[in-house]
């Protein structure tokens, strides 16, 4: 009896055991597949090679701080690997990471490795250029740079350039210190203003070095280009005064005048007579007997120049006279008696 029931436990021990035999054969044959199969799609598909382009990303880099130099923004990386998993890389965003968060102004030589770029498992990288890139580290300031503008040519005979007003007349820059430091100015292109005889605005491109457009881009301003007549100071005679407000006639000595005045050269020049340019007169109103009375003269204003401008005069006062009455004769009116 005792026989048969160790018999009954050995065999139920044997059928479990079996059972667990069974099941572990079972794990090791379905990860032996997978394995053959993550081998053939990993190792054992074609091996194939590409060149890819991979941006550098430069991360942390402080607020303060700018990079001033001008440096190769791509390696170019040969890879090796799975046919499906290279044609995979096209839809991947793959860049060369680099953490400036420890930055300090000055040179910084960044060392380009095969470990430096983040590629799928598989992958290998067979070639990588550049090997070292060089990062200047410049502190960043802000500056207001003032703009000149350059001209070239002359006006019309007779003009003068009077200014050239520029808005705006400076820009706020905001850049690496080494370039921004200096005394620099910006200067506008070659405004022409050859034979110019009015006054113009018009817009103007900056004449930027390459270092400023890639820190402002390209810039217009406008220019108010100012053209004004040259004045010259002409001594004239012989101009006549006039009388005004007088009730009666009037006497006035002298009755003429001379005058220094500003006018336009063109003006001068191309008038016969310059006395023409100008108005003299004394007001007469109320005068009972001879006084000296102030002249009054202006300039005639001409359309298409500059206004005159009258320097001095002389005489300043001029006397003013009532006029005789004439005499009349009493004529006999009385007829004679015969």
Not at 98 to 122: F, H, M, R
Not at 275 to 300: C, D, H, W
Not at 304 to 310: M, Q
Request: net charge positive; charged share 25%.
């Amino acid at each position: 009896m005792e026989n048969l029931d160790q018999q009954k436990k050995h065999s139920f021990r044997h059928r479990l055991t079996g059972k667990a035999n069974r099941k572990d054969l079972l794990f090791k044959i379905l990860s032996l597949c997978l394995g053959t199969l993550l081998w053939y799609l990993v190792v054992g598909e074609d091996q194939v090679d590409m060149n890819i382009q991979v941006p550098i990303e430069i991360l942390n880099l402080p607020e303060n701080l700018v990079i001033s130099n001008q440096f190769k923004r791509q390696l170019n990386v040969t890879v090796r690997g799975p046919r499906s998993i290279i044609q995979d890389l096209k839809n991947r965003n793959i860049s060369r990471p680099v953490d400036l968060s420890t930055a300090e102004p000055g040179a910084i030589v960044i060392k380009n490795t095969k470990d430096s770029i983040p590629l799928p498992q598989g992958i290998s990288v067979l070639q990588l250029q550049p090997a070292n890139i060089t990062l200047a580290i410049d502190r960043l300031i802000q500056k207001a740079l003032p703009i000149s503008p350059v001209t070239e040519g002359k006006v019309s005979p007779g003009y003068r350039l009077a200014k050239i007003t520029l808005e705006p007349d400076k820009i706020v820059v905001t850049g690496p210190q080494t370039i921004l430091n200096p005394s620099v100015s910006l200067k506008t292109y070659v405004i022409n203003v050859n034979n110019l005889n009015h006054s113009i605005t018009l817009p103007v491109h900056l004449n930027l070095p390459a270092e400023f457009i890639d820190l402002i881009g390209e810039t217009v301003v406008v220019a108010k280009i100012e053209v004004k007549e040259k004045m010259v100071t002409k001594t004239i005679k012989n101009i006549p005064i006039n009388v005004r407000d007088s009730p009666h006639s009037v006497k006035i000595k002298p009755h003429t005048l001379s005058v220094v005045a500003e006018v336009a050269e063109n003006l001068i020049r191309d008038t016969p007579v310059p006395s023409m340019l100008f108005r003299a007169y004394v007001n007469a109103n109320n005068i009972e007997k001879p006084q000296e009375v102030v002249v009054t003269v202006n300039g005639v204003s001409v359309p298409g120049h500059e206004p005159i401008t009258i320097k001095s005069h002389k005489p300043l006062k001029v006397r003013v006279s009532p006029a005789k009455k004439a005499k009349t004769v009493k004529k006999n009116t009385k007829k004679k008696e015969k």
